[in-house]
DNA sequence: ACTAGGGCTTCCACTGACTGGAAGGTCAAC
DNA sequence: GTTGACCTTCCAGTCAGTGGAAGCCCTAGT
C-alpha cells in the first residue's frame, strides 16, 4: 500500500502520517522507487493511532498505548492507568472549561449591547471595581 | 517601574510580558540604560491581559478587547459579540471533552485492570470487534 | 515519443503562546 | 571592588501537526 491508500483506509493526511514516521510510531518500509510501502500491520497501527487521538490522547500516550498493544504479555492494568489519567486530565480541563463558562456566562448577562460605551464586562477585566465588589468577589 | 514590578503586580512572568510587548500589546517606555519603563496605564492593561487570558481569551481576542478597553467611544455590542463567540468556542469544547470522557469511562469501565493481557480497551482502539459490536456502536 | 496529471519524495517554515537558557550589561549593598 | 539580583537580547524548544516549494515517478492519452 502507498501512503495515499493507508490515508484514506485511516482516515488521517498523508502529511501526518509521514509525520508519524518521522517520530518512529510506524515503521512503514520502502520500495525500490523511494515510495513508503505499509504493510496490513501499519495499517492498522495508523487507524489505532486515529482512534487515540480522537479520544484525546497525547503522542506519547499513543506511543505507550502502541506498545501495550504490540505486547501479548501486557497486563491490561498498564493500559488501564494511562487511560485513567488521560481522563483525570479532561476532568480537571472540563472542570477549569466550566468554571470559565460560568463566568463569561455572567459578563454577558450583566451587559446590555447596545451602542453606549458603558460594559460591565470591561469593567471586570480591568477589575475597576468599588471595595463591596471585591469583597463581594474573594467571598 | 521596571519589568520585575509589573510582573509582580500583574501576576505575569516577565518573559511574558517582554512577549506581549514583542507582539505589540503593551509598549513600555524604555529608560536611559536600556531597561523597559512601565507606566500604571501599562500596568492595568497586563493586569486586563492577566485576566483576560485566565478567561482563555486568545490574544487576538485580547488585542480585540484592549483596543476596545482603550476606546471611549465603544459599542458595548462590541464587547459582547466578542465574549459570545468566545463561550462559544468553550461549549464547544466542553461538549467535545465530555463526549471522550464518556467513551473513556465506558472502557476504564469494561477493563479488569490486572495482570492479564485481555483489554477491551485496547480491543476498542484496534476496532477488534465482531459485526454484532459494530452495529451496536453504530446504532 | 511526448506530455499532462496525479501521486510521491524531501526539506523548510509556520502555527499559539509562551518558556528555558546562554551571554552579557546595570545597579545597590556590603 | 565584588557579589548578587535584576535587566537586556537572541536562539531554541514546546505540541502536533500544516502549508508550500522543488523535484522525482508512473500511467494514460495523443
Same mark, same amino acid.
Given at each position: ?13 498523508a ?29 492498522? #497501527?495508523? %487507524?489505532? @493511532?486515529?482512534?487515540? &487521538? =480522537? ?5 506519547? !500516550? ?6 501495550l ?23 480537571? #480541563?472540563? %472542570?477549569? @472549561?466550566?468554571?470559565? &463558562? =460560568? ?5 454577558? !448577562? ?12 470591561l ?11 471585591q ?5
Open positions: 500500500m502507498n501512503i495515499g491508500d493507508v490515508a484514506s483506509l485511516s482516515g488521517l493526511p502529511k501526518t502520517i509521514r509525520y508519524y514516521e518521522d517520530i518512529g510510531l510506524v515503521k512503514p518500509l520502502r520500495s525500490t522507487n523511494g515510495y513508503r510501502t505499509f504493510r496490513e500491520s501499519d495499517a492498522h #497501527k495508523l %487507524a489505532f @493511532l486515529g482512534r487515540a &487521538r =480522537a479520544l484525546g490522547f497525547s503522542i506519547e !500516550d499513543c506511543r505507550s498505548l502502541l506498545a498493544y504490540d505486547d501479548e504479555d501486557r497486563a491490561s492494568a498498564e493500559v488501564k492507568e494511562i487511560v485513567e489519567q488521560h481522563l483525570d486530565r479532561i476532568d480537571e #480541563k472540563i %472542570a477549569e @472549561l466550566t468554571e470559565m &463558562r =460560568a463566568t463569561l456566562a455572567h459578563l454577558v !448577562d450583566a451587559c446590555a449591547g447596545d451602542h453606549r460605551p458603558d460594559c460591565p464586562i469593567a471586570d477585566l480591568a477589575m475597576e471595581c468599588s471595595k463591596e465588589d469583597l463581594e468577589k474573594s467571598a
